[in-house]
């Protein structure tokens, strides 16, 4: 009996994700209310306490359960009840600045050629850094977080779609649109060129560094003068002659 009412409470969870409120868990379903269960579960796995459920879980609810209010079909869920879905309409209200992750590897391709779709159908954007950086970390433990200028996008052409309450879909955003990090190695050779003394001489204490020209002279110097000494004492006559 526990666990029917574990079952149950985890339908109806998985059913208000997908056909309630996916944006509020990174989710963007497609035209027929699609997710990848693997994205899925990533999704699932970021929420406190649910990090426990696998595929075999929506397997069990599909069998077990009389009417599940979910449904699978190949490598992909949806809720079967999809009303309260956002519809991917233009949007006509849009933040000045987005959000998006990319891949460290993909990083240098961006920076070149603009922001194109990776894994799914459309770019997707948010109004939120933390939920872009979330979803982000489910393609790269360490992904790149991108801020798209909106005003400048759509004046050059570039349609932004609805997707929930945070999510904007774009097909791709251009090179000027958009600003990033600088790449790795041009940010370590910033910084070492920033923290990086000039390089100049290194003197120790009580040291100096001799020329042989100076010491040739100062040896000359030395013996013309020990030799004009010897001569002045030559021309005194000796205290006998006195």
């Known amino acids: 009996m526990a666990q029917q009412r574990s079952l149950k409470q985890l339908s109806k969870f998985l059913s208000y994700i997908l056909g309630h409120k996916p944006a509020e868990f990174g989710l963007v379903p497609d035209r027929d209310g699609f997710v990848k269960i693997k994205e899925f579960l990533k999704a699932v796995h970021e929420e406190e306490g649910l990090t426990y459920i696998r595929r075999s879980d929506i397997d069990e609810i599909l069998i077990t359960m009389f009417n599940p209010p979910i449904e699978i079909k190949d490598n992909y869920i949806r809720a079967k009840h999809r009303d309260n879905l956002t519809r991917h309409d233009p949007a006509h209200t849009l933040p000045k600045l987005l959000y998006t992750c990319v891949r460290r590897k993909a990083y240098p391709f961006v920076l070149d050629k603009g922001i194109f779709p990776m894994g799914s159908s459309h770019v997707i954007l948010s109004s939120k850094r933390e939920m872009a950086e979330r979803m982000g970390r489910r393609k790269d433990r360490m992904p790149?977080?991108?801020?798209?200028?909106?005003?400048q996008s759509l004046e050059k052409g570039t349609l932004f779609y609805e997707a929930g309450d945070t999510l904007f879909l774009a097909e791709s955003i251009r090179t000027d649109c958009f600003t990033g990090p600088p790449l790795p190695k041009?940010?370590?050779?910033?910084?070492?060129?920033?923290?990086?003394?000039?390089?100049?001489?290194?003197?120790?204490?009580?040291?100096?560094i001799m020329d042989l020209k100076d010491k040739k002279r100062t040896k000359e110097a030395a013996w013309n003068k020990d030799l004009k000494k010897l001569?002045?004492?030559?021309?005194?006559p000796p205290p006998w002659r006195k």
Request: glycine share 2%; net charge positive; aromatic share 6%.
């Open 144 to 151: 790149v977080l991108l801020t798209v200028q909106t005003q």
């Open 186 to 208: 041009q940010k370590d050779a910033a910084i070492i060129k920033e923290t990086l003394p000039e390089k100049r001489e290194q003197k120790f204490p009580g040291s100096f």
């Open 231 to 236: 001569k002045k004492q030559k021309r005194k």
